[in-house]
Structure formats: C-alpha cells, structure tokens
T-cell receptor
C-alpha cells in the first residue's frame, strides 16, 4: 500500500465548478499535512497547509480527518488558471521535514 | 524570494557515465533534498542533508550518492548512469515547514 494515495484524475471541469480532491495516508502518527500545486513542466509549490480544524484560503478549503487518515481539498468557482496537478503531502516524522508526496491529482478547467 | 537553482534543465548521458547534478539555494537553509519524479509514482526522496557534510538516505538511494561541502550547495551523483535512472530530478531546500523546489533537471540516459 502506498503511504499517500490520491485519485490521479484527470478531473475535467468547467469554469465556475466546485471540485474536491481526496487523499489518504497510511501512517497514523503523521505530524503535518500539505497541499502542493505543480503546473505542467514546473516545480511543485506550496498551496496550503492542512489543519485538523480545517482551513480556508480564498476559494480553497482544506480538511483533515485524523481518525480516517483522510485529507481533502475543495476548490470553489474554478478558474482556468487552477489547471494543474495537486499533490497531497504528509510529514510523518516532524523534524527535518522529510515529506511523503502523493502521485498527484490532475485538474483541467475548461471554458 | 527564495531561489533554488539547478545546473541544467536537460541532460542526455550515456549508460555507464558518471553524472553530476548541482543544486544551489540562496536562503541559508539547513536542509536540502534530492527527489526524482516519475509518472504515476510522484516524488520519491533519494537523499537529504540537514547540515554541511551530513547526509541521510531517502527511500531510493541505490545507484546515487551526494555531496554537501558548502551549506548552499547540494550535489547528486550518479556513479554509473543506467537507463532506469532516466527521470526528472528535483532539488529542494527548507528552513521551516515549506519546501522550495528548483526547476528540475530532466535526465535521459541512453
């Protein structure tokens, strides 16, 4: 079983749609959680951290369910510029930030 | 702005060659990382370093070695390149929780 699992997609949605990505992780002792965004042929960049209480950044909402070992990302009012691959990332150890990356979920927003 | 640079965007090498990939960061970060990224597998950690001359194996260190002689520079070495090392190689650094990545080197071994 992979340590971090994501639906690879692609998710093809029209502009303005709401789309949700899910991710599961295997290590119940994991310390911290993130979503990174990777544009085509570019490097990954941090989108947002994920907290147990849930957190929101504009159109983006991230949720963590520790009991189910499940992380989600909700994007409301999708824009063309949201087209990218979204990487679910887990830090199982704390400390030096040795991160475990999911393989990513690809999102394509069309007009 | 944090900047992580990698020596080459594209490299083509022959099987058996020794390959050096260089990474430099300008933010005085303690920790530096080398990953490879392959379709369907995501980013996998090859090696990381938490200080000058300190290194630890990641999940897939076989066939690779690293060098960190200066804080800002972290080098990945393929001792004898093989075709299964054809991949995108990404360097990263962090001083806090966020990892900053370089633009990547696409290595093709023929």
């Amino acid at each position: 079983r992979k340590e971090v699992e994501q639906d690879p997609g692609p998710f093809n949605v029209p502009e303005g749609a709401t789309v949700a990505f899910n991710c599961t992780y295997s290590n119940s002792a994991s310390q911290s959680f993130f979503w990174y965004r990777q544009d085509c042929r570019k490097e990954p960049k941090l989108l947002m951290s994920v907290y147990s209480s849930g957190n929101e950044d504009g159109r983006f909402t991230a949720q963590l369910n520790r009991a189910s070992q499940y992380i989600s990302l909700l994007i409301r009012d999708s824009k063309l510029s949201d087209s990218a691959t979204y990487l679910c990332v887990v830090n199982p150890f704390g400390g030096y930030n040795k991160l475990i990356f999911g393989a990513g979920t690809r999102l394509a927003v069309h007009p | 702005d944090v900047k992580v640079t990698q020596s080459s965007r594209y490299l083509v090498k022959r099987t058996g060659e020794k390959v050096f990939l260089e990474c430099v960061q300008d933010m005085d970060h303690e920790n530096m990382f080398w990953y490879r990224q392959d379709p369907g597998l995501g980013l996998r950690l090859i090696y990381f370093s938490y200080d000058v001359k300190m290194k630890e194996k990641g999940d897939i260190p076989e066939g690779y070695s690293v060098s960190r002689e200066k804080k800002e520079r972290f080098s990945l070495i393929l001792e004898s390149a093989s075709t299964n090392q054809t991949s995108m190689y990404l360097c990263a650094s962090n001083g806090g929780y966020e990892q900053y990545f370089g633009p990547g080197t696409r290595l093709t071994v023929t």
